[in-house]
T-cell receptor, first 110, second 112 residues
Framework: DVKVTQSSRYLVKRTGEKVFLECVQDMDHENMFWYRQDPGLGLRLIYFSYDVKMKEKGDIPEGYSVSREKKERFSLILESASTNQTSMYLC?????????FGPGTRLTVL | QKEVEQNSGPLSVPEGAIASLNCTYSDRGSQSFFWYRQYSGKSPELIMSIYSNGDKEDGRFTAQLNKASQYVSLLIRDSQPSDSATYLCAGANTGTASKLTFGTGTRLQVTL
């Protein structure tokens, strides 16, 4: 079974803090993705990566950056957290056409 | 803007009935389509993929694709209360670096 794990299920941070969300997959997938999910807005793509050290902006990259130093790990960084970044963050990895999600991190920024 | 549209619901069906979930897409370049099920508070889980026009069956689930009409549907036969969830439709262009475009989901309620 494909396994995608995320470092935290719940996270509470303060405005202005730097936040790291970690995602690890164990299936040697090349493509990895970060989404946020908000009620009424659905899943929105923040960044994705199709290889180590490669990254592409998604639909809403502002306020975020990413790092992919190893194939299995894709990190999302909030440089200076703001309250409008309170959301559910979902990491996914993909093999060919099928995309698999991690359990999600619910981030609250106070 | 490339979009995938779904009715947000809720769609309410009695136990044992057929649930029909629908999705339309605007990007004619989309070649692959996926249905995800998402329980409240959980992450999406892939349940069906379809790449060609016609029907694809897997157990109680049937996915239907009509590229000419830009329409994708998911039928759930013999609906069970455990099928109550939000169902997300997604489409993708070809290519290894292609992205999925998700609809906002349809909430299904299966009533006893």
């Amino acid at each position: 079974d494909v396994k995608v794990t995320q470092s935290s299920r719940y996270l509470v941070k303060r405005t202005g803090e730097k936040v790291f969300l970690e995602c690890v997959q164990d299936m040697d997938h090349e493509n990895m993705f970060w989404y946020r999910q908000d009620p009424g807005l659905g899943l929105r793509l923040i960044y994705f990566s199709y290889d180590v050290k490669m990254k592409e902006k998604g639909d809403i990259p502002e306020g975020y950056s990413v790092s992919r130093e190893k194939k299995e790990r894709f990190s999302l960084i909030l440089e200076s957290a703001s309250t409008n970044q309170t959301s559910m963050y979902l990491c996914a990895s993909r093999l060919r056409n099928e995309q698999f999600f991690g359990p999600g991190t619910r981030l609250t920024v106070l | 803007q490339k979009e995938v549209e779904q009715n947000s619901g809720p769609l309410s069906v009695p136990e044992g009935a057929i649930a029909s979930l629908n999705c339309t897409y605007s990007d004619r370049g989309s070649q692959s389509f996926f249905w995800y099920r998402q329980y409240s508070g959980k992450s999406p889980e892939l349940i069906m993929s379809i790449y060609s026009n016609g029907d694809k069956e897997d157990g109680r689930f049937t996915a239907q694709l009509n590229k000419a009409s830009q329409y994708v549907s998911l039928l759930i036969r013999d609906s069970q209360p455990s099928d109550s969830a939000t169902y997300l439709c997604a489409g993708a262009n070809t290519g290894t670096a292609s992205k999925l475009t998700f609809g906002t989901g349809t909430r299904l309620q299966v009533t006893l």
